[in-house]
């Protein structure tokens, strides 16, 4: 007796495989992936796989610095191996992305420290599981005069302040923090450039 038919359609497997891969990104629901596919389905071959040679090229080439932690394609990065910046002001970020948008402003010429997140002990994060150490390892060297904070101003990012500014004023250099002028409970990727520039400009000591 032969084998019932299948009933209903299914797309091909490379093709759902593809829609589930774009499905898993966050915010992407499954109508989103299935658009996102047939785009790639419709674009030319070229353009396919220049899309596909990118995130090749994201997961083999890009790493942390070895001295700032920022996102890089060497090492190290080029904003900690160009000499004409002020290697002695440190400004500690969260995120890779809190660095980028503060360096569009142009106001800021010294160096920066990620520290790959902040401080949260209700999920488990603490100074073990951020780059806090390496931090003040370069704070120790002796070249460092003063260290931003520029940390988001969220409960989180001030409790990570508190604790990074009583560990470095054990060393004797000075610590400030971004200006007021970012608003309370933000994120300084969603802010303004002037916004940026004001705060850098207008820092406090801690």
């Given at each position: 007796m032969a084998a019932a038919p299948k009933r209903g359609f299914a797309y091909p497997e490379p093709v759902d495989r593809l829609i589930e891969a774009f499905a898993r990104l966050?915010?992407?629901g499954r109508r989103s992936a299935e658009r996102m596919a047939f785009h790639v389905l419709k674009s030319e071959k070229a353009e396919a796989l220049a899309l596909a040679r990118a995130?090749?090229?994201?997961?083999?080439?890009?790493?942390?610095?070895?001295?700032?932690?920022n996102l890089t394609d060497s090492d190290p990065c080029p904003i900690c191996a160009d000499s004409r910046r002020d290697h002695g002001?440190?400004?500690v970020v969260e995120q890779p992305k809190d660095l980028i948008a503060l360096e569009q402003t142009g106001q800021y010429a010294g160096v920066y420290h990620v520290l790959m997140g902040?401080?949260?002990?209700?999920?488990g994060v603490?100074?073990?599981?951020l780059t806090i150490d390496l931090l003040l390892e370069r704070v120790r060297g002796?070249?460092?005069?003063?260290?931003?904070?520029?940390?988001?101003?969220?409960?989180?990012?001030?409790?990570?302040?508190?604790?990074?500014?009583?560990?470095?004023?054990?060393?004797?250099?000075?610590?400030?923090?971004?200006?007021?002028?970012?608003?309370?409970?933000?994120?300084?990727?969603?802010?303004?450039?002037?916004?940026?520039?004001?705060?850098?400009?207008?820092?406090?000591a801690v």
């Open positions: 966050p915010g992407i995130l090749t090229d994201v997961k083999e080439k890009v790493r942390h610095c070895g001295l700032c932690f002001v440190i400004l902040r401080l949260s002990p209700l999920d603490g100074p073990e599981s002796g070249q460092v005069r003063e260290v931003i904070l520029g940390l988001n101003p969220t409960v989180e990012g001030d409790g990570t302040a508190l604790y990074l500014a009583d560990q470095l004023g054990a060393g004797g250099v000075r610590v400030t923090r971004l200006a007021r002028g970012l608003p309370a409970g933000g994120n300084l990727e969603y802010a303004s450039k002037a916004v940026l520039g004001d705060a850098i400009l207008g820092r406090q």
